[in-house]
């Protein structure tokens, strides 16, 4: 409810919790007017892309089978390759995560005794085994002869040039970016840090190529990897892109004759980009693009309250509540097992899916820790509506992605410390 100063609050609510309430909602009113400009620039940018391509009422409706012909398919693919600065872009439902989209790009475009270089330190978990840093391998590109190295951000976030130019070799054909923090208590890499990237490879590695993975940074800021001449970048439409509307898939976008050889590795050689039935779903594509921009201006706006909420009940965050953002995703180091078990339930409880149902650490599929997810959500797995989740390991830091809605996201931020409060585990 709304106290007479106009701040949620809540008498039956600890004063604790009214306090950081009243603290994080006026750490978000200061970042309002930047945040908004952000997405004003991106909606207009969305909505000029539909309207440069035309898009009519026929390409709403998909089709069965192989596909072909499918000009809703072929429009939509150009409209995210404006959206994203790219020349061409793959968007599919075939693709059934960003893992996934990730995994075509990279194979489509590297071969045998190619070598690659991860430069914003270890890749996203379910990454590891597509490269074959774990697991059996059978399959992996370390498997299929691709060299890969790792090289961390300095202790200030930044990328190490130095230790960059030691690494590359004359095999060397990708230096691959994660640009969200994932699962890392890191800060993500900005659209200026990979124009840093681009000038550095443009004038002394001219033959590299650049691939970013963008899952969680569409939209954040007014400019994309394209824009600033990244060759190739990947993510999944369960996320910022698909407007929580998207039922499934993912993308690649970047230079048009790499775009088409990640095309090949989704579908067949010599079938690419051609086939590819877009059955019910093409309508919430193009209508969650279109509300993207509002969504992921929802999600940052509740990210902003939770940094500041959780800070004020003594918790470290990262990113903080004024740093800038590049990213959806908010993380809050809470420092045991019971907490983080706490949180993930408390928080599940404000889902308008499966509120009644008690989150529990499980295993998961290219994960190598157990994983608490939290998140009732209309799409399985899908972060964009709002979810918290995190691999069970020292520090127990669980990360927040997405959120439809500023005030669904305050919400499930307050059960979550309430049920921390109700155990004893909040201060």
């Known amino acids: 409810m709304l106290g007479g100063n106009g701040l949620y609050s809540n008498p039956e609510w600890p004063e604790i919790i009214n306090k950081a309430v009243a603290k994080a909602e006026e750490s978000l009113k200061a970042q ?137 070799s004359p095999k060397t054909r990708m230096l691959m970016v994660q640009r969200s923090r994932g699962y890392a208590w890191r800060d993500a890499l900005q659209i200026a840090q990979l124009e840093e990237l681009v000038e550095f490879v443009r004038t002394q590695y001219p033959q590299l190529i650049i691939f970013v993975d963008n899952c969680y940074g569409e939209l954040v800021e007014d400019k994309e990897p394209g824009d600033i001449g990244v060759d190739l970048m990947a993510g999944s439409l369960i996320k910022n892109l698909g407007g929580s509307l998207a039922p499934t898939g993912g993308y690649v976008a970047g230079r048009a004759d790499l775009v088409e050889l990640s095309a090949q590795r989704l579908t067949a050689p010599g079938v690419g980009e051609h086939m590819g039935a877009t059955l019910e779903w093409q309508r919430l594509f193009y209508q969650g693009l279109f509300f993207s921009p509002l969504t992921v201006s929802e999600s940052i ?25 590049t990213d959806l995703i908010q993380a809050v180091k809470l420092g045991s097992r019971e907490k983080m078990i706490a949180f993930c339930q408390g928080l599940q409880k404000g889902s308008p899916i499966d509120s009644h149902v008690l989150p529990i650490p499980s295993g998961m599929p290219g994960y190598e820790d157990q994983v608490i997810m939290a998140g009732g959500t209309f799409i399985q797995g899908s972060t964009s509506e709002f979810s918290a989740d995190g691999p069970l390991r020292e520090p127990y830091v669980v990360y927040q992605q997405g959120g439809i809605s500023y005030t669904y996201v305050q919400m499930g931020n307050i059960l979550a410390a309430l049920n921390l409060w109700r155990q004893g585990l909040l201060s």
């Open 301 to 325: 706006k509740g990210s902003v309250f939770s940094a500041a909420f959780w800070q004020a009940l003594g918790f470290e965050v990262h990113p903080e509540p004024e740093s800038y953002r």
């Open 32 to 168: 309002l007017p930047r945040l908004e400009e952000v997405a004003r620039k991106n909606h207009e940018k969305v909505l000029q892309a539909f309207q440069e391509e035309r898009v009519a009422s026929y390409h709403l409706h998909g089709t069965t089978g192989y596909g072909l012909g499918d000009s809703g398919r072929e429009v939509l693919d150009r409209i995210v390759a404006r959206i994203l600065g790219a020349e061409a872009a793959l968007v599919r439902g075939q693709f059934v995560s960003g893992t996934h989209a990730i995994a075509s790009a990279l194979f489509g475009v590297l071969r045998p005794g190619d070598h690659v270089i991860s430069v914003s330190g270890n890749p996203y978990d379910t990454l590891e085994e597509v490269i074959g840093l774990r697991g059996k391998g059978q399959g992996s590109l370390m498997d299929f002869g691709v060299l890969h190295d790792t090289i961390s951000l300095d202790p200030q976030g930044k990328l190490q040039y130095p230790l960059i130019k030691e690494k590359i």
